[in-house]
């Protein structure tokens, strides 16, 4: 509309001629929105409340009386408040265009005097120092301006008597000194890499080298390892053809040793055994024949011998019934004769060796001693009593 003005997010609308006033400033102050605004009776001015910047360029003379160059450069701008407003557009606001070289001075007085209090070496070492004494010192009378200073910085300091070289000389010369040794040093390690990498190359290189011939010598072993595969392989075949055939005919020999194992050597042996089996079964049994047929003719001889003796006796005493008794022992002999001819003809068993057949011919001869003791207890009591203490009955006796 015509009559309603609005100011913009970073000004502030000053309205004159208006009765109604917030505060005692003979003006109304309209920021964040709009207003009407009577024409011939008001009158509306615009403010700026953005940011300003102002550079200060200021020849300084130090505690020291060293003359130094300084720059800095303040940042500020109009406080937000209706008091700085209100100062602010009764100082500024038909000057708002040369708001920064008004500033500026103000700050260029302040740093002047900030800097004839501090040495050179202080100055460098504590820019921030002097930069807050400057904001602090200058504090007052900005807010009599309006003004709020955001930052302030010292930007350059510049010496044209050269004290500040001066003072960075030592410094500069050691860091030179420094830096010439770090190159030497760099120079150094370089030319120490230089050769460890030609030692390196070399060495690769020769193993590079050793490592072809190698490869070569492998290739040719491989080229005649090629060649005499053919041969090799046929040898190494006919080896095995024979190795098959010893094996063949080892197994052939043991076959043949096991069949003449079984069909000559154990008959054989089978054979061997029987026959010495049956001779020491002769030989045991010709033996016992022997011994049987000694023990009966000595048994019979000596019963022979007894029946003569008894028969002697019983011829001198007339004894009948002994003469009867001598006659069987006569005959006994050729019973016994014909009992051993049995004896060898037949097949026995004989379980208990000698005394076995010494049993049998004791059996023979015991029934002819029967018969003899038969003979004995006749009643002719002086043949007995002569028998008994083995001699020939006397005259008494008879």
């Known amino acids: 509309m015509l009559f309603w003005h609005v100011p913009a997010p970073n000004e502030a609308m000053l309205i004159s001629g208006s009765k109604r006033q917030a505060q005692d400033t003979q003006f109304r102050i309209v920021t964040g929105h709009g207003s009407f605004v009577l024409p011939i009776k008001q009158k509306a001015r615009m403010l700026s409340l953005a940011l300003r910047e102002a550079e200060i360029t200021e020849d300084c003379v130090t505690q020291q009386g060293i003359r130094l160059n300084v720059r800095a450069v303040a940042v500020f701008k109009v406080g937000d408040d209706v008091v700085s407003i209100a100062n602010a557009a009764r100082r500024f606001l038909s000057e708002q265009n040369r708001m920064e070289e008004l500033v500026g001075r103000i700050f260029a007085g302040h740093l002047r005097s900030i800097i004839g ?5 202080q100055i460098i070492r504590e820019r921030d120092r002097v930069a807050q004494e400057v904001k602090e010192g200058s504090h007052s009378e900005m807010e009599k301006l309006g003004i709020v200073v955001d930052a302030m910085q010292i930007q350059e300091i510049e010496d044209a008597t050269g004290y500040i070289d001066n003072l960075a ?37 020769r193993d590079t080298a050793v490592k ?3 490869f070569q010598a492998e290739t040719e072993q491989s080229n005649a390892r090629a060649a005499q595969a053919g041969p090799l392989a046929q040898a190494r075949a006919s080896q095995e053809v024979i190795e098959e055939q010893t094996a063949l005919a080892q197994r052939q020999a043991s076959l043949a040793a096991q069949r003449l194992e079984a069909e000559v050597r154990r008959p054989a042996d089978a054979e061997a055994y029987r026959q010495r089996t049956l001779a020491e079964a002769h030989r045991d049994q010709a033996k016992y024949e022997a011994d049987g047929s000694a023990y009966a003719q000595r048994t019979l001889a000596q019963a022979e ?5 008894a028969r002697a006796a019983s011829l001198r005493d007339g004894n009948q019934e002994l003469i009867a008794a001598n006659r069987i022992v006569e005959n006994l002999p050729l019973l016994a ?9 037949s097949t026995l068993t004989v379980l208990n060796g000698t005394d076995g057949v010494n049993d049998v ?3 023979i001869v015991g029934q002819g001693m029967a018969i003899l003791d038969t003979l004995k207890k006749s009643p002719s009591v002086g043949y007995r009593q002569a028998y008994r203490r083995g001699q020939e009955p006397g005259p008494q006796a008879a």
């Open 117 to 121: 209090g501090l040495t050179v070496e």
């Open 337 to 345: 004769d014909a009992a051993a001819r049995g004896i060898a003809g």
């Open 169 to 205: 000389a030592p410094h500069a010369a050691a860091v030179a000194s420094q830096a010439r040794i770090a190159q030497a040093r760099a120079d150094q390690e370089a030319a120490e890499r230089e050769q460890q990498a030609a030692a390196l190359k070399a060495a690769y290189e």
């Open 212 to 214: 072809r011939a190698g």
């Open 305 to 309: 011998a007894d029946a003569n003796n």
């Open 361 to 363: 011919a004791a059996g």
